[in-house]
């Protein structure tokens, strides 16, 4: 095994420490959630929770994405990138709360003053959160990262325990635990992670300028990946109802699985994407790594679906069963999304942003138009399959491009077979639960990627 593969061997074991146990933990949480917050309650606090990951790009400039890309660049000194991008994110916050006071004045009786300071919050500690995590991984400091997540996760539960079922504080003890957690893990990275030590507001090289002019057009990736992950449950909260969207919020936690698997990998691979850049990859590694992601992808998802309506029974409780028609499609665009998310790191290991950005905007017009579309006539199903139609698009058109900047070495009749077979799931599982041909498929997908299935195995047994 040649020394890149081991670095990313390494980054994944660490990253799987810090993520996965505690994913794990966060939905088996999805039951106490459902059977003490009624749809009404659930469906607007995460209303407000989508509404603050879109205000982080717009008012921070999507600096996340810089500090990442200049904190692993040797021309630049780290401390100056982390202190710029935390006197970003201290003027964002600023405008943000300047926002809010002129909101409530406005309109004192439109919204509940305790949605609005959990916005600001949530929107502090999570920008921090971002900025502390992508700065610790330009600093190859995965072991943090991995230790502050299983505490911030720790810690997310306990409260959740006690505020929810102790105390019975409702919709206030849910937000209130989901900021614990956050500000614990941000507590743990500034004192272990020696983050404190760099952050000199006094003495700084500002490197604002080339930082905002690499992250600037990433500003409209972001709303429109946002637009991806989060207007269909504002769409479906205008045209379907608040319990609705409440709903369909819920059947987003069994793609989380999938998203766990992926996350892991791709905290992983943005590190290597940038440090073993090689357009001509010569020795594979790009191609292999994009075909082992892909199929771990589509099998996850292959899986998950055959046992949708098995896991949505145990999670959902009353009302939110019937979040389980929305889960197929869901499942299905999360594969496309991580597929993106991959590729979205060797674009910006070529610095073209603006390439990036295009793909998502596009996407996310897709996305758009068809939730308006569906919703009417579906419903939250229709969301979903929206959703999905938007990051197949993005998933389509990075990899055109990639294709064009990159002599990727990738199998596509197999990647493009094993596509179908796991559309041709999902639209089963959306009709009906058809398990046994739902297994056939799944056994069709591992015997048409049996050259990756040895390989992973034996990886997984070294870790």
């Avoid at 993520?19 to 966060?26: A, D, Y």
């Avoid at 810690?155 to 019975?168: G, H, M, R």
């Avoid at 390439?355 to 996310?364: F, N, P, R």
């Amino acid at each position: 095994m040649n020394r890149k593969n081991k670095t990313l061997i390494k980054n994944i074991g660490l990253f799987t420490l810090g993520s996965f146990g505690s994913k794990i933990l966060s939905f088996l949480l999805v039951p106490l959630y459902t059977a003490v917050l009624s749809t009404s309650e659930y469906g607007t606090v995460d209303l407000i929770s989508s509404t603050a990951s879109l205000l982080m790009p717009i008012l921070l400039l999507s600096v996340f994405d810089a500090t990442l890309r200049f904190g692993m660049d040797s021309t630049y000194k780290k401390a100056d990138v982390l202190t710029t991008s935390l006197v970003i994110e201290i003027k964002g916050s600023f405008l943000l709360l300047i926002g809010i006071i002129a909101f409530s004045i406005l309109f004192p009786s439109q919204i509940s003053r305790d949605y609005l300071i959990f916005l600001f919050v949530y929107f502090v500690l999570g920008a921090t959160s971002q900025i502390f995590n992508l700065y610790l991984k330009s600093k190859n400091q995965a072991a943090i990262i991995a230790t502050s997540g299983i505490i911030c996760t720790f810690i997310t539960c306990a409260s959740n325990i006690v505020f929810l079922l102790w105390l019975k504080f409702g919709i206030v003890g849910y937000m209130i635990s989901n900021t614990c957690g956050v500000l614990f893990q941000i507590l743990y990275q500034l004192f272990f992670g020696k983050i404190y030590e760099d952050i000199r507001f006094k003495s700084y090289s500002n490197l604002s300028k080339p930082m905002l002019e690499y992250s600037s057009p990433l500003i409209s990736n972001s709303i429109s990946w946002w637009v991806n992950n989060a207007s269909d449950r504002y769409i479906v909260t205008f045209m379907r109802g608040v319990a609705e969207n409440g709903i369909y919020s819920v059947a987003y936690k069994i793609p989380t699985i999938l998203s766990v698997f992926q996350g892991i990998f791709y905290n992983a691979w943005s590190i290597s994407a940038i440090k073993e850049f090689d357009s001509d990859d010569t020795d594979g590694f790009i191609g292999t790594n994009y075909s082992v992601y892909s199929f771990v992808s589509l099998i996850v998802c292959s899986g998950l679906l055959i046992i949708n309506q098995k896991l949505a029974a145990f999670l959902y409780k009353g009302d939110y069963f019937v979040a389980w028609k929305s889960v197929p499609f869901l499942l299905f665009g999360t594969v496309f999304s991580g597929i993106s998310q991959f590729e979205g790191s060797l674009f910006a290991a070529m610095k073209k942003t603006k390439d990036v950005a295009k793909t998502t905007i596009v996407g996310a017009g897709v996305n758009t138009l068809c939730n308006f579309i569906f919703v009417y006539y579906i419903g939250s199903t229709g969301a979903a399959l929206a959703t999905c139609l938007g990051y197949f698009v993005t998933w389509a058109l990075r990899t055109k491009h990639i294709k064009e900047c990159i002599h990727i070495k990738v199998n596509w009749l197999i990647h493009g077979f094993s596509i179908a077979i796991v559309l041709i799931q999902a639209v089963l599982a959306t009709i009906a639960d058809a398990s046994l041909i739902q297994v056939v498929l799944f056994l069709i997908l591992i015997t048409l990627n049996k050259q990756y299935v040895k390989p992973l195995l034996n990886g997984i047994r070294k870790k």
